[in-house]
Nanobody
Framework: QVQLVESGGGLVQAGDSLRLSCAASGRTFSSYVLGWFRQAPGKEREFVAAIRWSDSVSYYATAPDSVKGRFTISRDNAKNTVYLQMNSLKLEDTAVYYC??????????????????WGQGTQVTVSS
């Protein structure tokens, strides 16, 4: 059974940095895509970033005012952990951040906004 456990959320000020971790267990993830979504109050869940475990190819949200250039996704194969390094945090980054995993193609997560497994979420609050 796949388990995804997020950690690292918290309260920070605008401009600060934060690193989220997602510890994955229950499978060999070599053929998986792992990623991060977020959901702010009153808003729909949105894709943030994903990484293909096999070769570390990464994908980022490309919408205007998105995270590209500020957030970096990475993975540690030995620890079975995916990280989301968030720099230059803005008020609008406030959300619950969810780790997700899929054994399907990356588009299932990035375009369809779906995943086969989800973590419980970790709150990130950015204050002014």
């Amino acid at each position: 059974q796949v388990q995804l456990v997020e950690s690292g959320g918290g309260l920070v000020q605008a401009g600060d940095s934060l690193r989220l971790s997602c510890a994955a267990s229950g499978r060999t993830f070599s053929s998986y895509v792992l990623g991060w979504f977020r959901q702010a109050p009153g808003k729909e869940r949105e894709f943030v970033a994903a990484i293909r475990w096999s070769d570390s190819v990464s994908y980022y949200a490309t919408a205007p005012d998105s995270v590209k250039g500020r957030f970096t996704i990475s993975r540690d194969n030995a620890k079975n952990t995916v990280y989301l390094q968030m720099n230059s945090l803005k008020l609008e980054d406030t959300a619950v951040y969810y780790c997700a995993a899929t054994y399907r193609i990356p588009g299932f997560m990035i375009q369809s906004l779906k995943a086969d497994y989800w973590g419980q979420g970790t709150q990130v609050t950015v204050s002014s």
